[in-house]
């Protein structure tokens, strides 16, 4: 039978490591043994009301209390209990036999007024008991971890394995033998650098002093371990209540929010996570035999992934597990020892399925539910609904969700995930379609839910009480706070995509009005690229863009008339940047239905090619764009080519007009196509190659081989073996079968040139470093 886990004339203290299935079955254990007449619990005395909602049918661990500040709800914090908490498994037993629980630790109105806005939540040394902080609490390398120094103190190099070892792998409790060690370590190492302990501890014993007034000694206390020699400690209520004299306090709320294993998990940043939840869990549901029940999860995981593995395979891993036990002296196979037996037989020796069985099993992906009684702000309880009429039901596993915005249902999904991105509550983001689809019709996002999210919502909250109002204000606040043109666009394309109509017209008034004041070539192009997304939008979703229409098409007009000057006399950053916005623009009208800009468009892009004042990286890149339309026919970009690789262009302002037509985003490996099936160009940009000297091409090398490494292997390959061939007069192209400057044989003289260099570049000799001769300045090198 079960002793009293403390002295027959005062409380239970049952100190636990949370989240420890070992503590949460000593604990009911203690519990059925004591029958105490009240439950105390580490936690914020704010919970007490919402205790009762544990019993009810629609909670489902793991779930976390969730405080936040009334006035400014980020910030927050959590308080996580797991199916295999010790504390969740006392308050189970308490509302099952209508015993009263209470919280007892420091309430949330002080321990959130007191944390400043870079000081780190309280945390418990030994478990996930005291709150975690909305942004992950972070670990002072400082202060003590009693369970990794008990752990060194008994010769172990890991702090789980012990644990595992002494407390989950035998029976009984060990709280006696807990409490004792702790207090040896506290008498050691002090507070451990745990400061705000103290203030804690001095809370929590006065709470026990008044159950023990009202209840006696019938009084059972699950607290972390390290706090149980505090709470032994004779103090006098003076003492105590002096040391939360004066503590700032804010007015608070209190819910329960659904959490996951994930997030317990240690490399969550929880500072008093665990490693393997999911291991936890089953340890603690498992009736018996765990190895072989865990192994057998195992294996059907891996046939889900079309593995090959047999009822053969499971006993044989469960033997290899249990030998490795026994050769390493501990009473039952650990998780070490089943990741070692998977990783032999099941894994055949190889470590990439482990990490599929370490995401979903270890740690794994339950994501815990909440009953509708539980409080909740306004807009939760519309995003709730919403979830529920979309068939949208959040996941902690990621999800891919693709749209068809034709459909009614999947166009209703588009515009929730569009307004919470709004709000910053970002379950969803976009991503690109597995289908390989671009058209407008269609939307694929990744969907994820964390439980921080619950915090964001409490957030948004103050913008309205439903998701589509809420969405409304902070789109319009938005428009009036924005800083550049560009942000107010990506804000209209927001609300067409969002269906924030009532929005829409405060920001069409802003973007016309900033339009209008904004004389800056680079923000009404950078601008311009949003409002034609927009119109298309709008088409697929029936919006009436009449009003974007208009404003796209003066914005258009502007960057026609002001992009010719604002492209001469760049430097070499500032070109590269208004290559972007050429690009930019030039996708945006592609997607216009309005012929007559189109034509408006090419007429520019003439204008720039041809414009010796523009840099040579914009010339290059516009003349490249007018070939790929057909305004251009071959002997015009010849022409042009020609003319840029002239020996009176400067070899800097030369290589940024190849970087400009066959590089960068326009051309890409296209360029690299151009150059292959037209050896015309390739003999230009190679002849020029020829001329420049020694000091000029060490200068322009690295921007050729930027140029050049965007090129897909194979055609890198067939540019090099062009180039090698060397000229030949009037032969045939053996890539096109057509004229071409290339012959079919090497060209001994020219090959031999290059080897200097080689061996410069690969420190086999010193080469004469002059830059004399072909050798030195080479396509090929380039290209290689």
């Known amino acids: 039978m079960t002793t009293k886990p403390s002295s027959a004339t005062g409380p239970a203290l049952l100190g636990v490591r949370h989240h420890g299935p070992g503590s949460a079955r000593a604990v009911r254990t203690a519990l059925d043994a004591a029958e105490p007449r009240i439950v105390l619990i580490e936690g914020p005395p704010e919970a007490d009301g919402l205790v009762p909602l544990a019993a009810e049918a629609g909670m489902r661990p793991p779930v976390a209390l969730l405080a936040h500040v009334v006035d400014e709800p980020g910030r927050s914090a959590f308080w996580p209990f797991a199916e295999f908490s010790p504390e969740w498994v006392a308050i189970r037993w308490a509302l099952a036999r209508d015993v009263p629980v209470r919280f007892i630790d420091l309430p949330a109105a002080h321990s959130l007024a007191l944390r400043g806005d870079d000081e780190p939540a309280p945390e418990n040394p030994e478990g996930p008991g005291g709150p975690e902080d909305e942004d992950s609490v972070r670990v002072d390398p400082l202060r003590v971890d009693p369970l990794r120094v008990l752990a060194e103190t008994a010769g172990y190099d890991d702090a789980e394995r012990w644990w595992e070892d002494v407390v989950e792998h035998r029976d009984g409790d060990a709280f006696a033998a807990l409490g004792e060690a702790m207090g040896a370590l506290r008498e050691t190492c002090g507070d451990g650098g745990h400061g705000r302990d103290v203030t804690r501890e001095a809370y929590m014993r006065l709470q026990v002093r008044a159950a023990q007034r009202e209840f006696g000694d019938d009084v059972a206390v699950v607290c972390g371990a390290w706090h149980v020699p505090a709470l032994r400690e004779r103090t006098t209520v003076a003492a105590d209540r002096a040391l939360l004299k004066g503590l700032p306090k804010a007015k608070v709320d209190m819910t329960w929010v659904p959490w996951t294993h994930r997030r317990l998990a240690r490399v969550s940043g929880y500072g008093a996570g665990i490693d393997s939840p999911g291991w936890y869990g089953h340890l603690f549901s498992a009736p018996d035999r765990p190895v072989e ?55 055949e020796g190889s470590d990439v399925p482990l990490a599929l069985i370490h995401d979903k099993l270890v740690v794994g992906d339950v994501l815990g539910e909440v009953p509708e009684a539980a409080p909740a702000v306004p807009l939760q309880r519309d995003l709730t609904r919403q979830q529920r009429s979309l068939r949208l039901k959040p996941a902690a596993a990621e999800k891919e969700l693709d749209l068809d915005l034709r459909g009614d249902t999947d166009a209703a999904r588009s515009r929730l995930l569009h307004r919470l991105r709004l709000l910053g509550v970002a379950w969803g983001e976009p991503a690109r379609s597995a289908r390989g689809t671009t058209g407008t019709f269609r939307e694929s996002w990744r969907l994820r839910w964390e439980p921080e999210l619950s915090v964001r919502v409490a957030e948004a909250g103050g913008w309205g009480t439903t998701v589509l109002a809420a969405a409304t204000v902070k789109a319009e606040t938005d428009a009036v706070a924005a800083g550049a043109l560009a942000d107010v666009t990506a804000l209209a394309e927001v609300c067409l995509l969002a269906g924030l109509a009532d929005a829409l017209p405060t920001v069409m008034r802003i973007l016309a009005d900033r339009a209008a004041l904004d004389a800056d070539v680079g923000h009404l192009a ?133 970087e400009g037509f066959v590089g960068g985003a326009a051309g890409g490996s296209g360029g690299g196509l151009l150059l292959v099936h037209d050896e015309r160009l390739l003999g230009l940009v190679d002849a020029w190659l020829t001329r420049v000297s020694g000091d000029a091409f060490t200068d322009v090398l690295p921007l050729l081989r930027r140029t050049f490494s965007a090129y897909e292997p194979g055609v890198r390959r067939t540019l090099g073996e062009l180039v090698r061939r060397g000229p030949s007069a009037g032969g045939q192209s053996p890539v096109t079968g057509g ?43 380039a290209v290689a």
Do not use: Q
């Open 293 to 347: 029940r865990w192994l057998t999860k195992v294996a059907g995981l891996l046939r889900e992934e079309d593995r090959i593995v047999s009822s053969a395979h499971v006993i044989e891993a469960v033997r290899l597990a249990e030998t490795l036990a026994v050769m390493r002296g501990r009473p039952l196979a650990g998780l070490t020892e089943t990741t070692d037996a998977v990783r032999a037989v099941l894994c």
């Open 526 to 658: 950078g601008a311009l690229p949003a409002l034609v997304r927009a119109l298309r939008y709008g088409d697929v979703r029936g919006t009436d863009t009449e009003a974007l229409a208009e404003v796209a098409a003066g914005l258009a007009g502007r960057v026609f008339v002001g992009l010719p000057p604002a492209c001469a006399g760049l430097d070499a950053e500032a070109a590269e940047e208004m290559r972007g916005h050429v690009d930019a623009v030039h996708s945006a009208v592609a997607l216009l239905e309005d012929t007559g800009v189109r034509g408006r468009w090419r007429t520019v892009l003439r204008v720039l090619a041809e414009r010796d004042s523009v840099a040579g990286v914009i010339r290059g890149r516009c003349a490249r764009v007018l070939l790929d339309e057909g305004v251009l026919d071959e002997e015009d970009a010849a022409r042009l080519m020609s003319l840029a690789l002239s020996p009176g262009t400067a070899p800097a302002e030369a290589a940024a007009w190849i």
């Open 739 to 781: 004229p071409s400057g290339f012959g079919e044989e090497l060209d001994a003289e020219r090959a031999d040139a290059v080897l200097p260099v080689l061996r410069l570049l690969l420190g086999d000799g010193d080469g004469d470093g002059n830059g004399n001769g072909r050798g030195d300045n080479s396509l090929e090198g």
